[in-house]
């Protein structure tokens, strides 16, 4: 069992910067790619980006060039970092992890673990 706990949400103005951590005690995140998701209030969930278990990353349209997911294995942590942050980003942050088998994983279902989420707010 790999429990995720997302951190680092919060109230920000638009043009600023936001970094989410995911991390996971008691397990190893060795082995697993990793994803971010985000939902927001009336909206489905929807992937933000994901990165392998070799660092190799993918990110949904509406982010690339603004996000950047990135690990640290010996920390088992993941990261988001979110910049020109807009009112759109605006969502509840999910993190999730499957094991990777040298794919990239962008639907919820491929994902087997999730965090309760941590909310990204960004005011105009």
């Known amino acids: 069992q790999v429990q995720l706990v997302e951190s680092g949400g919060g109230l920000v103005q638009a043009g600023g910067s936001l970094r989410l951590d995911c991390t996971t005690s008691?397990?190893?995140?060795?082995?697993?790619?990793m994803g971010w998701f985000r939902q927001a209030p009336g909206e489905e969930r929807e992937f933000v980006a994901t990165i392998s278990s070799r660092s190799n990353s993918l990110y949904a349209d509406s982010v690339k060039g603004r996000f950047t997911i990135s690990r640290d294995n010996t920390k088992n942590t993941v990261y988001l970092q979110m910049n020109s942050l807009n009112p759109e980003d605006t969502a509840l942050y999910y993190c999730?992890?499957?094991?990777?088998?040298?794919?990239?994983?962008?639907?919820?279902?491929?994902?087997?673990?999730w965090g309760q989420g941590t909310q990204v707010t960004v005011s105009s």
């Open positions: 008691g397990r190893s995140l060795f082995g697993y790619a």
């Open positions: 999730a992890a499957t094991l990777d088998a040298g794919n990239f994983y962008w639907y919820e279902y491929e994902y087997e673990y």
